[in-house]
Nanobody, 118 residues
């Protein structure tokens, strides 16, 4: 059973930074393209950043230049460094395998809440 534990969220002011971490268990992590997803209140979960097993990276336009995704295969961990945070970045952040690459995602973790507010 694949499980994810996300952490690192919090309440920060606009312009601030956060670093999210996601530890995966129950899978050979290094073989899979992984992604960070965001679900804002009243919206569907969306993929905001993805990284392949080989390290190729993609971002949605709204986070390009501000967010950086990375992975540590030895630690089964994927990270999301978020800088210059804006109120529209508010939401619950989850990690999972890249939904564009695979037929389905694994069970979702509890996510980590990110709130950007002054």
């Amino acid at each position: 059973q694949v499980q994810f534990v996300e952490s690192g969220g919090g309440l920060v002011q606009p312009g601030g930074s956060l670093r999210l971490s996601c530890v995966a268990t129950g899978t050979i992590f290094r073989f899979y393209a992984m992604g960070w997803y965001r679900q804002a209140p009243g919206t569907q979960r969306e993929l905001v950043a993805a990284i392949t097993s080989g390290g190729s990276i993609n971002y949605i336009d709204s986070v390009k230049g501000r967010f950086t995704i990375s992975r540590d295969n030895a630690e089964n961990t994927v990270y999301l460094q978020m800088n210059s945070l804006q109120p529209e970045d508010t939401g619950v952040y989850y990690c999972n395998r890249d939904s564009r690459t695979y037929v389905s995602t694994w069970p979702w973790g509890q996510g980590t809440q990110v709130t950007i507010s002054s």
